[in-house]
């Protein structure tokens, strides 16, 4: 039975809800705010329906509250306003369906069947308060990796994940794990890195033979750390992965999720040689998930307000800005590293521009988008347009102190003024 929570003091919302989702699922209802988020802190709720009534901002707050505490509950949004912006509003923001009142019941059934269909049972897997902000988000992107997600877990191959920094590879591996096998058997770890001497090589061996064998209780096996092995050793591994693993396997035998960094030393014939025999599952980069950006950066804000005893209640409209325009090439760790340095320095209740920890190749990455290439400027014009979008951005950073800025691009304060 599917686990519904609702918020709202409306009781003919509550009866169309009823009317729309019983008795498949199991509904709670709460009038209050603060005993619903209590509940969704301690149960393992699947869909939330929120009613906004008629405050669309205070509807977006709770279901920011929402996302931080479950960031993988499927949410839909009721509400009495019959502004459309309202709604794209919403959903922009992750909001996986959107009603206006009064509601079809039957719409609202439909709607809550394809979430149903959708979702991926990770709620028994505890999500460490490091990687909430990673399965926060709507995005595209995020809806395919949980979609190839399911097909590793039904896949009869081992698994090939291949991950950026700041991802909760071995969650990932433990959901796998508790989804292939129904949560009745434990997952094992085993860290290439420590077996990197010589030495070492034939105490993995017998490791994994140990692992591999009849009265073994593993489910998944999850392997990261290849990148760190003497050549040979890698070859080895590889050559067992692809070419015998497939041959040994039976219906019983552990599944393998074989975890890989981008920035691993592996060749392309290395990958080439995995992604034959093993299902390839990719974890979205971050400049894939840019409608989700926004509730990653919100999510991360929340840890660290938490972490620096910090009492932040809004961002301004630059550093939002700054947030949705930058590319963020460092993926998950280069956003967790600005959003902890941004609260920390932050003094008051809005976290503003100059609180941000812009590096010059930040700055120059967001002046370069902004010059118009469309218009063909000559190059001279182009320039031009360039430096006024450059020292605009940064006297706006340093909330117009220009010795910071001269400071800051290594010049006069007169070659500036000129």
């Known amino acids: ?5 609702v918020l709202t003091s409306d009781q003919k919302v509550v009866e ?3 009317q729309a989702l019983k008795p498949q699922c199991l509904i709670k209802t709460f009038s209050e ?7 969704l802190k301690d149960k393992n709720v699947e869909l939330v329906i929120l009613d906004n009534d008629t405050d669309n901002l205070k509807g977006l707050e709770q279901f920011r509250n929402v996302k931080n505490i479950s960031p993988t509950v499927k949410t839909i949004m009721i509400s009495a306003l019959q502004d459309v912006s309202n709604a794209v509003r919403a959903t922009k ?43 926060t988000g709507n995005s595209k992107s995020l809806k395919n990796f949980l979609t190839f ?9 081992d698994v090939f994940l291949l991950t950026n920094n700041g991802v909760p590879a071995e969650q990932v591996a433990q959901i796998i794990n508790f989804n292939r096998y129904f949560g009745k058997k434990k997952m094992s770890n085993i860290n290439l890195s420590v077996f990197e001497k010589e030495q070492s090589e034939t105490f993995f061996w017998n490791s994994l033979k140990q692992l591999f064998s009849e009265n073994a209780q593993e489910g998944v096996i999850f392997i990261c750390g290849l990148g760190y092995l003497p050549e040979h050793f890698r070859f080895s591994v590889l050559d067992y992965l692809v070419n015998k693993r497939p041959i040994e396997k039976s219906p019983s035998s552990p599944k393998i999720v074989l975890n890989i960094y981008q920035n691993d030393l592996l060749t392309n014939e290395d990958l080439a040689k995995i992604k034959e025999s093993l299902f390839e599952l990719k974890v979205p980069q971050i400049i894939d998930r840019m409608e989700d950006v926004l509730l990653i950066f919100s999510s991360l804000a929340d840890k660290y307000c938490l972490k620096y005893g910090k009492d932040i209640v809004a ?4 550093v939002i800005d700054f947030v949705l325009s930058y590319d963020w090439p460092g993926n998950y760790e280069e956003i967790d590293s600005f959003v902890e340095a941004s609260i920390a320095r932050c003094k008051t209740e809005i976290l503003r521009q100059y609180d941000i920890p812009v590096t010059f190749q930040m700055v120059l ?3 370069l988008k902004r010059v118009d290439l469309a218009n063909n400027l000559y190059l001279s014009n182009a320039q031009k347009v360039f430096k006024k979008e450059l020292l605009g951005y940064l006297m706006q950073c340093s909330g117009g102190n220009i010795d910071s800025v001269a400071k800051f691009l290594d010049t006069s304060k007169n ?3 000129d």
């Open 1 to 5: 039975m599917r686990k519904v929570s």
């Open 16 to 18: 169309l809800i009823e």
């Open 33 to 39: 705010p603060d005993r619903f988020f209590d509940h």
């Open 93 to 135: 923001l992750g909001v996986d369906d959107y009603f206006n009142k009064p509601f079809d019941p039957e719409k609202l059934r439909e709607s809550a069947e394809k979430i149903f269909a959708e979702l991926l049972d990770i709620s028994p897997i505890v999500i460490e308060e490091d990687y909430k902000y990673f399965w």
């Open 149 to 157: 997600l399911k097909e590793a877990v039904k896949s009869e191959k």
């Open 315 to 318: 961002f301004d409209k630059e």
């Open 365 to 367: 990455s967001k002046s």
């Open 415 to 417: 070659a500036l003024v």
